[in-house]
């Protein structure tokens, strides 16, 4: 597969307008796409939409095939509104499958709001617990609303639908260090594989390699946001990946993703895809083929621009004397008798002449 697929990615950077058809979101706003094989045989397989949800600094992914809708972290609680969003447009009214890696609020802070708003079926966690008043809170809600809880570790494996299988691959032990706790879980539909990763750690890394699990995957969610604490060389080798996706924010305090891990990404020759630069992304996979597609969305913002629609002032008349100005001119009326233009041009139309001292 893989090496088709390094064929087929050729074939498509010089068929791109013809030759890769990807499904796009139809919710998007910006769509971008890539198709990353060349197979055209259908299988009785049911499409598989991974969805790497733009967040902000956080991670949450949404799986659906035939159906069933799993959801792998919830991001910050302040996006939590945004990722409910998201999921209403992506058709989702029930959450079959939450797994909650670990107990960082950049994965379970949005939980209880999503809990409160859709039916949950089931919840992963690990034994690993916090001693923050959102974990207990989130331990709480799980209670209250009868939600089965189910003990994530490695070995346990899960079948989502008939032709979708889990596999828990990590945690193996309970860790002091929270991010070493997170749980890894590989996904196979047909002959694709996707690594989740949370924020495990390199000690995680080495106790799955160690355990002898099969991490090969054609897509890789870079642990950590792509911390250089996680995504060691060994690891990644193993993982082997097509297709790499970082969930950070941007301009993060943390400076994520890494120099280090940018390199080796790019030494790897992998197709990297960020949702500080891309957005949500989506990749769809029929059990052959992969596509990609990328759809921005305005939660990865933690910046005002470009969220205030108010009007540009270039010029202030004066409704007394009708004359226009630049609005740094030293000669401006009283704020009363103020008029804005955003052009000379709507200026001149409404009858004013311009200031002779600062001649705009
Ligand atoms: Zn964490
Ligand atoms: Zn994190």
């Known amino acids: 597969m893989k090496k088709l697929r390094y064929f087929a990615l050729l074939l498509c950077m010089i068929f791109s307008f013809t030759a890769c058809s990807a499904e796009a979101v139809d919710f998007s706003t910006t769509t971008t796409s890539n198709s990353y094989a060349s197979s055209g ?151 694709n594989s996707f690594l989740f990763t949370g924020d495990a750690t390199i000690e995680t890394e080495q106790d799955i390699l160690k355990d002898g699990y099969d991490v090969s995957a054609d897509v890789y969610k870079v642990a950590h946001h792509g911390s250089s604490t996680s995504n060691s060389s060994e690891f990644l080798n193993a993982v082997n990946p097509s297709i790499c996706v970082i969930e950070v924010g941007k301009n993060n305090s943390y400076g994520h993703p890494h120099r280090e891990i940018k390199e080796l990404l790019n030494k790897m020759k992998v197709d990297v895809y960020r949702t500080d630069l891309n957005g949500s992304i989506i990749i769809t996979s029929n059990g052959k083929k992969l596509s990609v597609s990328t759809k921005k969305t305005s939660s990865n913002r933690n910046d005002t621009s470009g969220t205030t629609t108010s009007k540009k002032v270039t010029y202030i008349g004066n409704k007394n004397s009708k004359i226009y100005h630049k609005t740094t001119c030293s000669a401006l009326p009283d704020k009363k008798n103020q008029v804005k233009f955003q052009s000379k041009s709507s200026a001149e139309k409404s009858g004013y002449r311009p200031c002779s001292r600062c001649k705009p």
């Open 41 to 191: 045989t259908n299988t009785k397989l049911s499409d598989l939409k991974v969805h790497y949800i733009d967040v902000g600094q956080g991670d949450s992914e949404l799986l659906q095939s035939n159906g069933v809708n799993i959801l792998i972290d919830t991001g910050e609680s302040d996006q939590a509104d945004n990722l409910i969003r998201y999921l209403e447009n992506a058709g989702v009214q029930t959450i079959d499958y939450l797994f909650l890696t670990h107990p960082h609020t950049d994965h379970m802070g949005g939980a209880v709001k999503l809990m409160e708003h859709f039916p949950v079926k089931q919840v992963y966690l690990t034994n690993r617990t916090h001693t923050t008043v959102s974990y207990r809170k989130l331990i709480q809600t799980i209670k209250n609303k009868n939600i089965k809880r189910v003990q994530a570790k490695a070995g346990v494996t899960i079948n989502f639908t008939k032709k979708l299988r889990g596999e828990i691959v990590a945690p193996n032990q309970t860790y002091d260090d929270i991010n070493a706790s997170s749980i890894v879980l590989k996904v196979t539909h047909g002959s």
